[in-house]
């Protein structure tokens, strides 16, 4: 037996028609005729409706935050998004009906957004919308779906059209005008430990060397030049610069909740922007189902691929911050900073941070809290800062992001 998988508009139309076609041939007559007359005319309407050219309807979407296929927005942001229409043929449309989904790509979250328009005389349409605010990762638009009806909402026919436009959702950060750590570090362990490689020009004048092609203008040393003939360069005293080696804890148990790891992430990106402004070398550890260790072995780090890596991350590891703290030490050379940054407050921890100062390294934590605790963890945070104070190792506590200038020991900037 073989059954028509019809939609409901198609059985009552054909229904319509058949006891229109019966009453003409059984009752006759002028009304019936005028009756199965307009029937028919509606039919052809109807049918036609399919050739509307909403089939083969073109689109551009424009944003205000990207040009092309791309968009780079901020955590908390809203984008938005401008869609024209163009649709082909000549029938006459009521109404576009237009849906437009976007993606979350790094979680599977997904927004949808719908929007009406009338076309004008020459079939075009413009509409436009605020997402909701983003959150950090990464979002791709699916492809747009055009519907059009007809006048009596019976029949519906559809078109697609599909225009890539990936948006990236760096993380939230907050500007930084000081950290006690700047200060700490011009004195002790820092000035005896790294080598010229981590180490910059000041502008104290300290010799006189040769010219090197591509040196500034303002580097020769005109005097020197005068008196030898050849050309001659200022030669700069360097100082010794801090490394600071960041840590995030990427242990699943390690937030209870969702916020605090955003926290976390968001903390990570505003120290690294304050700490590269400050022309200080730095490396960065995220272990978690993927691992990242820049700056091993003392290779530059570059602040675009570390953003990069902040907007995919998540709190996916099973590592203890305990274990990755021993490999830490390891892997970097003795006299960083360690800035772990977490919401761990276990014994693993106070014993990694132990075996960082035997080694000569400097920890510090940068504590992810929140305002509702339990007791119990609460009473944890509380025994970490007390041990953190008679280490004298540094212990900043944040529960919200506009909190860390304050926390570091500066205001914002």
Known sequence: MIRLHLPRAWWLSAALYVTALCYLLFQGGKTSLMLFTILNALGVYLMLGRWSGIGGVQGVRLTEAGDGQSALLTAGMRLQVKLRLQIPGFWPLPYVIV?????????????????????????RGEVQFETAPLRRGRYQF??????????????EHRGSFHQPLYVQVLPRTVPLKDW???RRSQRGVFHHTFTSLWARETTQIDGVREYIHGDRLSRIHWNATAKT??????????????????????????????DQFELAVSAAASLLELTISRGMPIGFVSAGHTERWYGEGRTPVSKDEVFQHLVDVEADGSLPIGQLLCQVAERYESGVHIVVIGSAAD???????????????????????????PAEAAAKDRNLQLLCQAKQWEFISVNELDRLPQALGGASA
């Open 347 to 373: 014994e693993q921890l106070s014993a990694a941070m132990n075996a960082l100062e035997s080694k000569r390294m400097v920890p510090s934590i940068i504590h992810i809290g929140h305002k509702h605790l």
């Open 229 to 258: 003939g050849q050309w001659k360069s200022k030669e700069f005293e360097r100082e010794a610069l801090p490394r600071v080696v960041f840590v995030l804890d990427r242990n699943t148990q390690s937030y209870p909740y969702a």
């Open 142 to 155: 699916q492809q747009t779906d055009c519907s059009t009806r007809d006048i009596f909402g019976l029949f």
């Open 180 to 182: 006690r750590l700047f």
């Open 99 to 123: 849906r437009e989904k976007l993606v979350r790509t790094t979680g599977g979250d997904a927004q949808l957004y719908e929007m009406s328009f009338v076309p004008d005389y020459k079939r």
